[in-house]
């Protein structure tokens, strides 16, 4: 009887400690991504500076980061990159943000990140296997609403700016610690093989059906 109670111990305690992150499927988050981008970018006074996204490189939207951890404040989502190529805007890549601490939004439950890529050297650093942000990228908290004309000269000097939208409320963030890498395995669900985010953001890929939503939201921001 001992040894039974302690196996259900230590197995409600894996429950408790192990997070749950929900199975989401790619068209499902390509929707999720299409509305963070459009409700973030949609208002001058509180949002993302329209300013900023039609000069940005590169776009990447991750919609309902988790938390995955109690009391470390670690962070787990899934999210899609596009950049400008010819004119338009490039088929999506599949991403994955790990790790880190968000330290504004501690205690929130799921944070809508937007990241915006604003030279060649950042582009470099987002399209590689992986980067850990702060000790091979730096990405910097990018400035809501009209705050954006005061502080001009962080969008000019930053490779990557950052926004987090947790509970209706906007932040600038700067991701400090975590980890993005490309997600093989969706990107090979999305394009039933094999391929790199650099392959599809660089190259002619047809985006698929799924991300067309999420295409013509970015279309607004031409630049």
Known sequence: MTNLMLVLALSLSSVLVVPVVPVVSNDDRLKDAEEVLTEMAGTDDAGIPKSLIQKAECVVVVPGLKKVALGIGGQYGKGYVSCRRDGSWSAPGALKVEGGSFGLQIGASSTDVILLVMNQKGIDRLLSNQFKVGADAAVAAGPIGREASAQTDISMRAEMLAWSRSRGAYAGI?????????????????????????????????????????????AKFRG
């Open 174 to 218: 700067a991701l400090q610690g975590s980890t993005i890498r490309q997600d093989s395995d969706e990107n090979k669900e999305l394009y039933g093989r094999e391929i790199t985010n650099k392959e599809i953001v660089m190259g002619k890929i047809a985006a698929p059906p799924a991300a067309a939503g999420f295409l013509a939201a970015l």
